[in-house]
């Protein structure tokens, strides 16, 4: 039986009088006590490297850090800007790469604008906002960051964003307050009905999955991040969470798939960490599916998964008739491509989290995937059969940081389905 458990920061118009905005300007990055928590600058964290992409309706400044630090940001006009001030020492990096892609970000400078202090300035094609600001702490081969994910906003809301900055400033006797880190899934208001998403930990029970060298199962590590991710759902207060299973227990394809659908889920996520003969093959990606695989790899790892049941002592049903209802078919493109904006979605955070394979959202013919009816993704989160990919797997700070990531991906996948329906009303 399914188990379900239930459960912006904006930064940002119109000043009026050019002196006003000198003011924001150079307040910004007044010195502020929070700034002096560590014993000097010489603790600070350098910046090492700055990058920015950009689409037309979201754009991401991600900035790489010697260790984690604290950051302040505000929204300015005249001409429409968004600034992103950090606590530093050093600049490491002469000239940042150009913006990649053409959409609301158009360009952006990295320069220390006083000693202690790195500030990166954005300027705007559109009026924009913060959506989510975040740190994440060294893991790995990858260094601590700040990720800043920008959005489209109305001239109002620009407008009310850049006042309410100049108000904290003063408020704050001149120094913009440090921006707090976005929490995974918060970053937009609790709706009156929080969906339910199913969270389906691969293999269980008699089926190890994969296994790597060192005798870790695929069905312990799915569990783990599964029961993990719950709890920062649903800490969110935005979403209910069930889990197809919560302990060392096997369940057929079909069973996990029928859950799903008898629940009424709103998307389920499906949890898997594969292994494969070639050892250097690692990283994560997100899977949806369609009969025709991605490449050979994906249609191997697919056919793997399926032929579980088999190995296991359960017969796959027969495929449905080729002549299906047109409803249920139109249902089921419509799913799918719900699931596509998923997979999408929760990549955009993994992104800056953890090593991604080449082209991440990938497709293949995963049994498991099959409800007509309920959005559908397949996560793997690494490879089993990769020295880089184990290690990373077991350690504590690489789980959250990736937990946090799928939180936060679903929660945009949310977000952008509700404006959606919001915009068809």
Do not use: C
């Amino acid at each position: 039986m399914l188990k379900s458990a239930g459960s912006d920061g904006q930064t940002g118009g119109l000043l009026g009088f050019a002196a006003i905005l000198m003011v924001l300007v150079t307040s910004l990055f007044a010195v502020h006590p929070a700034f002096a928590q560590l014993e000097s600058m010489e603790d600070y964290p350098d910046v090492i490297d700055a990058r920015v992409t950009a689409t037309p309706q979201r754009a991401r400044l991600i900035i790489d850090l010697s260790a984690p630090t604290e950051f302040a940001i505000v929204s300015l006009d005249k001409p429409d800007r968004i600034a992103i001030d950090v606590k530093a020492f050093d600049l490491k990096i002469l000239a940042p790469a150009d913006v990649a892609g053409k959409g609301i970000v158009t360009s952006y400078t990295v320069e220390m604008a006083d000693k202690g202090r790195a500030r990166t300035t954005l300027t705007l094609a559109a009026p924009a906002q913060v959506q989510q600001a975040y740190i994440l702490d060294a893991v790995a081969d990858q260094p601590a960051r700040l990720v800043v994910d920008i959005i489209t906003a109305t001239p109002l809301q620009f407008a009310t964003n850049v006042a309410a900055d100049l108000a904290a400033s003063i408020a704050n006797k001149g120094a913009a307050p440090p921006t707090p880190s976005t929490d995974p899934g918060t970053h937009a208001p609790v709706t009156a009905t929080r969906p339910l998403v199913v969270l389906d930990p691969g293999h269980g029970g008699i089926d190890n999955g994969a296994s790597a060298p060192n005798g870790v199962h695929e069905k312990d590590i799915t569990l783990a991040f599964a029961l993990q991710l719950q709890k920062v759902l649903i800490d969110s207060g935005r979403f209910d969470v069930a889990l197809t299973r919560e302990d060392d227990t096997y369940l057929t394809l079909n069973q996990r798939v029928d859950l799903a659908r008898q629940n009424k889920a709103d998307i389920f996520i499906s949890i898997h960490a594969d292994s494969f003969q070639q050892p250097e093959i690692r990283g994560a990606s997100v899977y949806t599916r369609d009969e025709n695989a991605t490449d050979v790899l994906d249609k191997v790892l697919a056919d793997g998964e399926n032929r579980y049941d088999i190995v296991a002592g359960f017969a796959v049903p027969q495929a449905t008739p080729a002549v299906m209802d047109i409803l249920v078919d139109l249902m089921r493109r419509e799913m799918r491509k719900s699931s596509f904006l998923a997979a999408e979605a929760i990549v955009h955070q993994l992104e800056p989290s953890v090593a991604l394979r080449r082209f991440p959202v990938r497709q293949a013919d995963f049994f498991v995937l099959q409800a007509p009816d309920v959005p559908s993704v397949l996560v793997e989160l690494g490879f089993l059969s990769n020295a880089s990919d184990i290690a990373n797997l077991q350690k504590s700070d690489w789980r959250d940081r990736v937990v946090n990531a799928l939180a936060r991906g679903i929660a945009d996948y949310f977000d952008s389905t509700q404006q959606q329906t919001a915009a068809m009303q």
